[in-house]
């Protein structure tokens, strides 16, 4: 950065210490993490919701049948049929996409449903034309926070991802859903409420017996493990055997809340106050696809308006002071351009923000990219190392899905760094070596992960384990 002139540097160097987390730091917040995952556990409960999903087993790889799943995720609706077939972790699918059109996001809670349960009939007209069909096993994934006394139950406790629907805090989403299809006369049954992450972890875990935890690093943020009952205190009401499997989404979006330990800026700040939900999901903030872009801009507005330099001198900024203006792809394309005088980026800023920065400009555009790139991928990986502490797991796979995880550059890489400082790996030898811990590209969660639980469901209601089961009748 020859050319770049003083002040800018200095710039830089305050966003570098703003923005980076040392080794030191990771293990702080990891520790505090491992406590925090405990606490959310326990009857009192903690920030972290740890919300056990009655699903009680994983995969042996030998399910079987066919069935409906329904993802309703931050950006998309999918629909898919999912064939688990007789050869042993093989599967056939049929799926649709559907936009999630962005009034709804913030729009009524009956149009929401009309919406979802309208895909879904499309979905089956299309693929059973004229079919009288019997009523088919539905996988809904709905990834949001909810807190789940039953399987085929959900009370949503708070929506994030910039979700803002009001009537459905608070509320049991199942009925909502239900009554939407009923009025249609979609022939399905729900047979599980599940979150993204347990998907992801089932459906990796279908194909391989190394998977111990599912993550979702994408528009949110979140993990998923398996817990014995007797770890879960607040589940002891229940009188299961304690060495009982149980899965746990553990909303980690919302770890700490309180402000404890995470490193945040007065950048963090800004989207915390104007988010739809102050003072929740404080390290999804930090991490997830749909604040990375926010952070970026954010910065670059504070230093065209306040700092000392002034950036992008004398231009009009009117687009990049609309706020959720840039997305994460967005940075992506920074950080992945291949130029050494930046020049897709400078096209970039002039197509998308028609702004020209001048060469020493994109060099600090370059380098926000990564410090809020590699802040993401190693503050991740601290709730990936408390998982793993918690558990004693020194070596296991963790199945990871999402638009962060696998179009963000070096993410991976970034992640694996983190995992190794946090728990004090030694240099590989070579690069062909494995870790102890990886987090790999998970297999599809929210299509053939949902129908692996309700086949799992189906299989333990049938060997007579009703627990979380709050309408048999759905289970035939
Ligand atoms: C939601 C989780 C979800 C995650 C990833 C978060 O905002 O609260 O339920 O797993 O995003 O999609």
New binding site residues.
Partial sequence: MVDVPKDLIDEIKKLEEHFTVDTAKLKEITEHFINELTKGLSVEGGSIPMNPTWCMAMPTGEEQGTFLALDM??TNLRVCEIILTDQKSEFDIIQSKYRMPEELKTGDADELWEYVADCLQQFVEAHHPGENLDKMHLGFTF???ATQDYIDHGVLQRW??GFDISGVEGENVVPMFEAAIARRGVPIKLTALI???TGTLIASAYTDTKMKIGC?F?????AAYFENTGSIPKLAHMKLPPDTPMAI?C?W?AFDNEHKVLPRTPYDIIIDKDSPRPGQ?AF?KMI?GLYLGELFRLVLVNLHDNEGVHIFEGQNIDKLRKAYTLDSSFLSLVEEDPFENLSETADLFQNKLSISPNRSELELIRRLAELIGTRAARLSACGVAAIAKKKGYESCHVGAD?SVFNKYPHFKQRGAQALREILDWPEKKNQKEEDPIEILAAEDGSGVGAALIAALTLQRVKDGNMAGILHPENFK
């Avoid at 994408?218 to 979140?222: A, I, L, P, V």
């Fill in positions: 995720g931050g990834s949001y926070p994030t991802k979150n993204d992450t979702i994408g528009t949110g943020c979140n989404n909303e979006g999901q999804e997830a999402g």
